[in-house]
């Protein structure tokens, strides 16, 4: 809509488009075993090419009583790659059903989920609002030199940057933005990001599902994943308990404490009523074992031997990692089979490889790689 109040003609092409991808929707029916969740979503839309492969991966350093596998979500195709795209086919879904044309999601300024929305949502035919924060290692970034960053501008997302560098102002921001698009004649959708009540966790039980099919349950001993707003090990959670428990379940948490990242995800389980009473620690490490260390969790902090070891693995293997999530947890996984086997319930392991390799697309991280900047 123009300042002035009228449709112009971008409006109409945009609508369109919206329309046409409103026939692409259809009634969403969860896995048996996850019918009875609360909040279960109506819609579904096709984003991404599923069931993505399962391989052997030959990491270096790896003890030779291990095998590792691969499951390789940055295959995923929807949106550039990564799992993100898996939470989108819900939040779009549920965009197009209730008539909205735009969309207004949050993140740090580096964020694959928010590139993840910028994309998809475009492809859709929704205007993108983006409410974003800065790391506080990243306070002078280019803001031309960050993969993601740089992406969304090319998309034409409309992009915020908060002044105050932290998330809680951003995710404010996105309550701020919708009022103001509404009084202006929008209407807009705002993309939840792990908080109670986000239909994104479907994505990741239909992910487990497509686990199941792969025989993962049978065939592998542990699973491992990287965790930032826990949806993805909320959704696993509910998979694995509800399906023999028979993984064990290993999140490494890259921008927050353990406890914080156990409170998030209780707050998740218990939204959905898996289990309605609080969690105790003793029952949360019984469904999953979360980790944090300061080497995982400092954000877009990439030390000497991470750059190394997102090189090395690049060279061996041909995986290109996302330094963040899937460089430091894959550097991490190594670390524990050196150096505390016993933490793995067998010898056989799943790595989900989130994707989205954007990310090494980074000021900080092509800094580090070039050997200009590398932080100890
Ligand atoms: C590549 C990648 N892996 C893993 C995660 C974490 O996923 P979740 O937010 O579901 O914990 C993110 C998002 O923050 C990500 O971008």
Known sequence: MAANGKHS????????????????????????????????PKLKIDLFQKRTP????????????????????????????????????FHLAEALATNCDTLIGYGCITSNNCRTLAVSGKELGFDVHLSL?????????????????????ILGAHLYLSPESTESSSQKKQTELKQR?????????IVC???????????YIDCFEE?????????????????????????????????????????????RSEAELKKLISDLLKDVNFLPEDF???????????????????????????????SETAKRTGILLDPNY????????????????????????????TGSVISLMTETFCRAITGNGIMD
């Open 133 to 153: 924060y800065k790391t506080l290692r990243l306070k002078k970034p280019s803001l031309s030199f960050i993969g993601n960053y740089y992406i969304n501008m």
């Open 54 to 89: 399962i391989l052997k991966w030959f990491l270096p350093q790896i003890p030779s009583d291990f095998e590792i596998y691969i499951k390789r979500d940055d295959l995923t195709g929807g949106a550039i790659s990564g799992h993100k795209v898996r939470r989108l086919e």
């Open 211 to 255: 686990l199941i099919t792969q025989g993962v349950t049978e065939k592998f001993s542990d699973l491992v994943l990287s965790c930032g707003s826990g949806l993805t090990a909320a959704g696993f959670i509910i998979g694995n308990y509800r399906n023999g428990g028979k993984l064990r379940l290993h999140a490494y948490s890259i921008n």
């Open 326 to 353: 899937t460089g430091k947890s894959a550097y991490h996984m190594v670390k524990k089979l050196q150096t505390a086997p016993e933490t793995f319930q067998g010898k056989k392991i799943l790595f989900y490889n």
């Open 181 to 189: 698009l509404s009084v202006a004649g929008y209407s807009p959708y």
């Open 9 to 40: 003609s971008d409006d109409n092409y945009l609508k369109e488009i919206r329309k046409d991808a409103k026939k692409r929707l259809y009634e969403y029916v969860a896995p048996k075993w996850a019918e009875d969740l609360r909040g279960k």
């Open 193 to 203: 990001s792990g908080q109670p009540g986000d239909v994104g966790l479907f994505g």
């Open 280 to 310: 105790s620690d003793e029952r949360m490490s019984s469904l999953i074992n979360i980790e944090e260390e300061s080497s995982l969790s400092d954000y877009c902090v990439f030390t000497a031997d991470h750059v190394e070891f997102v």
